[in-house]
């Protein structure tokens, strides 16, 4: 279900760019678009193991800090026009799943359902739109990028 959403929502963000190519390479290349630009986790608190130096400050060992994947995805050093949504971006080196030793266990089955939803939704509901009078209405949450609902309609 989770992976629908993310599809529902990478859908409603670009309908255009969804219509451009073909079925199969157009999931592909969307699901991780979403993934860099939607479905993220806005961040995570880590405890520092040393003393390190980042961007200029310091940071001490058993300093709390906090991991802003939102933030890294949107780096405008890594991604050119960072706030673009664009399903042919490469390459696309986001970090919605993480970094090192805990990437997330679950990144090739996630992307494979989201793959399989993108798919589901454009070949199978190739008339879906918003309904309108209907604005999404946005997940209010410090830890997750969301939506709490996303009215459609299609035929
Ligand atoms: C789009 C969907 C998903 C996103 C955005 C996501 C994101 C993440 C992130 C950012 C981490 C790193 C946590 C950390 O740094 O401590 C993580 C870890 C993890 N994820 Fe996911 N995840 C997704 C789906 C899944 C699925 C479907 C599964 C399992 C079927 C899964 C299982 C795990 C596990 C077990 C870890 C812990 C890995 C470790 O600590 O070594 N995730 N995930």
Known sequence: MARVRVALRAWWRTPAAMRVCPARRRASLT???ATRTVDVPEGFRRTATRDVEL????IRRGDKVVVYHASANRD???FPDPDRFDVTRSPNDHVSFGYGP???LGAQLARLQL?????CLVERLPGLGLVPGRPPRRLVSNFQ???KSLWV???
């Open 115 to 119: 793959r399989s939803a993108l798919r």
């Open 76 to 78: 405008g050093a890594v």
């Open 102 to 104: 805990h990437f997330c």
């Open 55 to 58: 961007g200029g400050r310091a």
């Open 31 to 33: 699901a991780d678009g």
């Open 145 to 147: 990028n969301g939506l």
């Open 153 to 155: 309609q299609w035929g």
